[in-house]
């Protein structure tokens, strides 16, 4: 495999998207793996682009099957990666970023230890709530246990490689596009990438 597994973990409201969003733009080989989960569609999500939308009992037989990287059960829905789906676009030397939480992180590190993890954090607890507030898409119950379980999502940030405080956006993007160009470079994918090369340089 000649391509590079990222994992972006950040708690709710803390920008991840939009950050993940804005790289896309100008890293033609980075492909997005698009999640699995049973929670409801949201307005003007599509179904494929932004979740595979499924019900409870698909998303239980495919944990039976094995099919899912990583899985796990958020806020009473289910969230799952799709191996097959990720294994096919490293072997296409196409970078591949994973948005998911904590728990899915260590699942998916125990299996590609060489995967590059990064968490972003919000510039406060205050700055968290204002932004779940402004984005109205949970009920305020939703918001208070959203910034509730943001605390515990922190407390695992020194399981990641790298952390970028999500204050000034353009500061947090820029530090992401270096770390996935530098991430690209490593010595081991450059050895895969440019086998040919290499022989000939040695020859």
Request: glycine share 4%; charged share 25%.
């Amino acid at each position: 495999m000649s391509g590079s597994l990222f994992i972006v973990t950040a708690a709710s409201g803390t920008g991840k998207t939009s950050l993940v969003s804005a790289l896309m733009q100008d890293h033609p080989t980075l492909s997005v793996s698009v999640s699995h989960t049973t929670r409801p569609q949201r307005p003007g999500e599509v179904d494929g682009v932004n979740y595979h939308f499924v019900e409870r009992s698909q998303f239980k037989t495919r944990i039976a099957n094995q099919d899912f990287l990583e899985y796990a059960e958020v806020f009473g829905n289910y969230y799952g990666t799709s191996r097959q789906g990720v294994d096919r676009l490293l072997m296409a030397d196409r970078d591949v970023l994973l948005e998911i939480d904590w728990q899915g992180a260590a699942q998916v590190r125990n299996i590609y230890p060489d995967a590059v993890s990064i968490f972003i954090l919000p510039p406060s607890l205050l700055a968290l709530r204002e932004r779940l507030i402004t984005r109205a898409q949970d009920a305020d119950s939703v918001v208070e246990q959203r910034l509730q379980s943001a605390v515990a999502d922190i407390r695992h940030h020194d399981a990641f490689d790298y952390i970028i405080i999500n204050d000034d956006f353009q500061q947090a993007l820029l530090d992401l596009r270096h770390i996935t160009a530098t991430a690209r470079l490593r010595r081991k994918l450059q050895i895969n990438r440019h086998a040919h090369l290499l022989k000939n340089l040695l020859d």
